[in-house]
C-alpha cells in the first residue's frame, strides 16, 4: 500500500502541495487528475524518492521513503516502476537495451534478461522492434516501451506520468487496455492525467488534487456525480466553476 | 568570531553541506564498481581516441610557430641549436599539456555537458534513478575515469608531433640541422619534463570531465539550458586548466 501523509513541497516560494493525504489501495488504479501546476507530477516523484517532501510523510509498505538509504531506495525501485510522460527512453540504446538496462542493475542472467524483454514486449504488443533505437519509433510506441521497462522489473506498483497525453484516441484506447492489464496482473497503479475519459476508464478510484491537497477522491461513478464545484468545473472543463457548462457538452 | 558568524551564514553552510554530500555521494559511487568498470573502455574510445585529430592539428602548428620564433629570438643573441631546447621544454612542459587541455576543454566538456544535459532535461536522469542506478556511478566516474587516463595519452601524441613539426620546420626552414637541432632537445631535458606534462595533463582531463558531468547534470529548462549548461562548463573546465596549470607549477617546480 501506498500511504500519503501530509505531503507538503515547495519549490522556492512556489508551494506545490500543501498537505496532500491519499492511500493508494492495494491492486487497484488510483487515478490523480488536476490542473496544470497543481503538484501532480510532483507527487508521483515523491513515491518514488526523485523528490524528497519538505514535510509530511510517504509511506510505500512498511518504507517511510523520506528515511530510507541509498540500498534501501535502490530496493523501492525495484518494486515501483516509474513511466514518464515523454518514456525518457535511452536515445543512444536500443528497444532491447532500455528495457534491459534495469535487470542488468538487478544482476539478472542472459537468459533471463531476454525472456523479460521478449515478455514484456509482447505485453505492450511491440514484438519486433527489440533493436530499434527510441528515434525510430512513433510517440505511442516509445511510451508503451516504457511500460515494458517497467513491467519488466516485475514491480508491485507502476506510476504513470500522463500516460496518454498528445496520443491519437486509438493508441490512447491502447495505452489504457495496458494499464487495465497491468492491474489485472496484480499491479497497483497511480495515474496522473489530464484525460478524464482516460481516468474514467483505467481508474478505480479517482483523487482530485487541487491548491496543493487532495479535493475529494471517490470511484469514477462518485467523482461523475460530484456536486463539488471544483471538481466539477475540472471534469466538465469549464473555464470557471460559476459559469454553467454549455448545453452541448452536458 | 567573525569567521564564525560568516561560516553561520545560510548560504555557506548550506554550500559546505553540498559540497559534503557530493563528497560523499561520489566516493560512494566509486564504489559502484561493477556499474562502472564496463562503461569506462567506451568513454575513452569516445572522449580520448576521437579526440587525437584536434590535438595533433594544434601540436602541428604550435610546433611550426615556436621553432620559428626560437629562431627569431635566438638569432644574433644565441647558438641556433637552442631552438631544439625551446621546443622540446615547452612544448613538453607547457604548451603541450595547456594547449591541448583548452581544444579538449571545448570538445570533451562541451560534448559531456551537452550529452547529460539533455538527458536531465528530457529526464532519462531520473529515468536511470528509478531503474535504481546512481546516475554520479552511471554517467559521472566512467567519464571522469576515462578522462584522467586519455589525457596523459593525447598529450603524448601532442607533445611528440608538436616536437617533430618544429625539427622538420628547423631543419627545412631555419638554417639548422637535425644534429643541432637534437643536441639542443637533448640539452636541457630532464625526465621530469615529460611526467610534468603528463601529470599536468591527467589533471586537466578529471576538471574537464568533472565540470561538463556538473554542469551538464544540473541543466535545467530544455535547449536554453543546456546551451547554457555547454556554453558554462567550456569556460569553467578552461579556467580549471589554468588553475590547476599554475598549481603544478608551484607544487611540482
Known sequence: ?250 | MRRLEALRAPGRIEFISQVGRWTLGAARALADVSVWRPLVIGHMRRLGVDSIPIAVFIAVFTGIVLALLASYIFTGAMPLYMVGALVGKTVMMELGPVLTGMALAGRVGANIAAELGTMRVTEQVDALETLAYDPRSYLVVPRVIAATLMFPVITAFAVAVGVAAGWLTAINLLDLTSVEFFKGLRLFYRFKDVWFGLVKSASFGAAIALMGCLKGLSARGGAEGVGAATTRAVVLGCEAILVLDAFWALVLL
Open chain 1, 1 to 250: 500500500m501506498i500511504r500519503l501523509d501530509g505531503v507538503c513541497k515547495a519549490f522556492g516560494p512556489r508551494i506545490i502541495l500543501n498537505g496532500v493525504d491519499l492511500d493508494v489501495a492495494d491492486g487497484e488504479n488510483t487515478v490523480i487528475i488536476g490542473r496544470s501546476g497543481s503538484g501532480k507530477s510532483v507527487t508521483l516523484r515523491c513515491i518514488i524518492g526523485l523528490i524528497q517532501p519538505d514535510a509530511g510523510r510517504v509511506r510505500v509498505d512498511d518504507d517511510v521513503v523520506a528515511d530510507l538509504d541509498r540500498d534501501g531506495l535502490a530496493a523501492l525501485r525495484g518494486r515501483v516502476g516509474y513511466v514518464f510522460q515523454f518514456a525518457a527512453l535511452f536515445d543512444s540504446m536500443t528497444v532491447e537495451e532500455n528495457i534491459a538496462l534495469g535487470l542488468k542493475r538487478r544482476r539478472f542472467g542472459p537468459e533471463e534478461i531476454a525472456d523479460r524483454v521478449r515478455e514484456s514486449l509482447a505485453l505492450v504488443d511491440l514484438a519486433g522492434v527489440e533493436g530499434k533505437l527510441p528515434s525510430e519509433l512513433s510517440g505511442g510506441m516509445r511510451k508503451r516501451v516504457g511500460i515494458a521497462r517497467a513491467v519488466a522489473l516485475r514491480p508491485r506498483y507502476i506510476l504513470y506520468d500522463e500516460p496518454t497525453t498528445g496520443l491519437d484516441p486509438v493508441t490512447t484506447a491502447v495505452m489504457n487496455d495496458l494499464m487495465i492489464r497491468t492491474r489485472d496482473m496484480g499491479v497497483t497503479g497511480v495515474i496522473v492525467t489530464h484525460d478524464m475519459g482516460s481516468a474514467f476508464t483505467v481508474g478505480d478510484r479517482i483523487a482530485m488534487l487541487h491548491e496543493g491537497r487532495i479535493r475529494q477522491v471517490g470511484t469514477a461513478d462518485e467523482i461523475r456525480a460530484t456536486a463539488d464545484p471544483v471538481v466539477r468545473q475540472f471534469i466538465e472543463g469549464r473555464p470557471d466553476p460559476a459559469v454553467p457548462a454549455a448545453s452541448g457538452r452536458e
